[in-house]
């Protein structure tokens, strides 16, 4: 890499005892030195101070260098400097650490990751905690004229898309005007008012004083049931994985804790498989009520209505779930219930986190993961060591690690599935 260049004034010679060798002007290394200069025994070892153009040869630079003995005495060994050849700077190349071609820009890509989902957690975190009432409405943005035409716009039924994306426009610019037209249309009897009051409430989780409740609670359910049913095929094929993956590992449990012997292997198969498929479909509806539909919520409901929403059903659903499983597998009704609240608040409280912040699909998978692994494992050492009621029962206590993890790790796989494929294909991606 060759050196920076250096600006300086022509005359200045102080400037050259750190300039780089490729950067000092041949008129300036010929300048003549006063004639009344003293000798100086410090250019001996900085011999580009001052030089007489008489003595001044440019092939010196080519070669070794010796230090010149003092005058009126003998060279002393210490005074003899080794001889060395100067290179040109551009071929001094910086000293590299060991591996350092592989260490830093994995680093910095690193870095760079990490920086980028910093910012989005603060952004999710901003728009989650931040209530709808600080949100400050301009009342004029344009000029009337203006924000006039814009809620015209929104109220125009001869194009769909063109009306949608004024009211859009209206809830970015936050013109308290051109929602208070629309609301006058609305008590007026005109439909598509609503409809209008309904996009600019998605855009921006808000309306202004002045708009009527009715239009108010319409708003509100209207953007809710479209939230919660567009896109229906991602829905139907998250609750797919999620089934069959709590499927496998109910089934694979269950099979392997009967009997071995031939006798039973029809029993074996036939309440593994059934067993697993009720309890598959059990564990899906957790992961579409407590996970899918709070995580199309957010942003538009505030951040405790989506964690409520995840915690309520999710606490009804694996609680369900448990309690179905110990009578249908184990064979007795639950009469202590708090193990089988603790799972359910296990459950519902790792995806309903998840879906809040949106995590990324591998760390959405531990969190769950986690979160449903503790209550279970508590609850089974309390009842290997206090005879206690727990949830789900082992034959030795190891098996809370051999059989419990790969159980919940089928579990948040198939639940978050589409997530985990996300990231594999983003890191392939990176690969290349």
């Known amino acids: 890499m060759s050196e920076p260049k250096i600006s300086r004034p022509d005359n200045d010679l102080d400037d050259m005892e750190t300039a780089p060798l490729s950067e000092i002007d041949a008129h300036l290394l010929s300048k003549p030195t006063p004639d009344d200069a003293e000798e100086d025994d410090a250019l001996r070892t900085a011999p580009l101070l001052a030089f007489d153009s008489a003595t001044f040869d440019s092939d010196a630079f080519a070669m070794p260098i010796i230090a010149p003995s003092k005058p009126h005495s003998q060279p002393a060994a210490e005074d003899i400097i080794p001889a060395r ?32 989902w910093l910012a989005r957690a603060r952004r999710q975190l901003t728009i989650q905690f931040s209530p709808s009432r600080d949100v400050r409405w301009m009342p004029v943005v344009y000029s009337p004229d203006i924000d006039k035409l814009l809620a015209d716009m929104a109220l125009d039924d001869g194009d769909e898309e063109v009306a949608d994306r004024a009211a859009r426009s209206i809830g970015r610019i936050r013109s308290q005007a051109a929602v208070l037209a629309i609301a006058d249309k609305q008590r007026q009897g005109d439909l598509r008012a609503l409809r209008a009051l309904a996009i600019i409430r998605d855009e921006v989780a808000s309306l202004p004083a002045g708009v009527s409740s009715q239009a108010r609670l319409y708003a509100w359910l209207a953007n809710t049931l479209r939230r919660l049913g567009e ?17 496998l590992a109910f089934g694979a449990y269950t099979w392997g804790n009967l009997p071995g012997f031939s006798i039973f292997e029809p029993d074996r198969w036939s309440m593994g498989v059934s067993i697993g498929l009720t309890m598959g479909v059990l564990m899906g509806f957790r992961t579409l009520l407590a996970g899918e539909l709070p995580a199309r919520l957010r942003g538009f409901f505030p951040w405790w209505g989506v964690l409520g929403w995840a915690l309520i059903a999710g606490v009804l659903v694996v609680g369900f779930t448990w309690a179905a499983f110990a009578w249908l597998f184990l064979k007795y009704p639950v009469e202590e219930w708090t193990p089988i609240l603790a799972a359910g608040l296990g459950g519902a409280l790792g995806i309903g986190l998840a879906s809040l912040f949106r995590l990324p699909g591998w760390l959405s998978a531990l969190v769950d993961g ?44 198939g639940a978050w599935a589409s997530a985990l494929w996300r990231d594999l294909n983003a890191l392939r991606t990176r690969a290349l």
């Open 85 to 116: 050849t100067l290179a040109p700077p551009s071929a001094i190349a910086p000293e590299t650490p060991p591996h350092a071609e592989l260490t830093e820009p994995a680093l910095s890509q690193r870095a760079a990751a990490l920086a980028h």
């Open 231 to 247: 896109n229906s095929p991602r829905s139907m094929w998250r609750f797919i994985f999620a089934a069959l993956g709590a499927a």
């Open 370 to 413: 986690v979160s449903i692994w503790l209550p279970l494992y508590f609850a089974w050492e309390n009842n290997w060591n206090a005879g206690e009621a727990g949830v789900i029962y082992f034959r030795q206590f190891e098996g809370v690690f051999n059989e419990l993890i790969p159980m919940v790790a089928l579990m948040v796989i």
